[in-house]
């Protein structure tokens, strides 16, 4: 259990970093790997609940697309581009 949580938070920082670059927001490093934690928990049990597929690549596909959404949503509720 506690290894799939420090797992699931490893690649969410790292989904969290690839993710403020592919949207070219300027963000410090612990933001974005905190906005990936946070992008990985909303997409990995979102959208996985979704999908029957399995494996840490759809899990890190899915914790990049909940980041995203994550980094569309702060810039809209705060007026950031």
Do not use: C, E, K, N
Not at 23 to 43: F, S
Not at 49 to 70: D, E, H, I, K, P
């Amino acid at each position: 259990m506690l290894q799939g949580v420090v797992l699931l938070a490893l690649i969410g920082a790292a989904a969290g970093y690839v993710a403020t670059r592919l949207m070219r927001v300027h963000t410090d490093l612990p933001t974005a790997m905190g906005i990936g934690v946070i992008g990985a928990v909303v997409g990995g049990l979102g959208l996985r609940a979704l999908l029957t597929a399995s494996g840490w690549f759809v899990t890190f596909v899915l914790a990049v697309l909940g980041a995203m959404a994550l980094i569309w949503i702060w810039q809209r509720v705060s007026g950031r581009r």
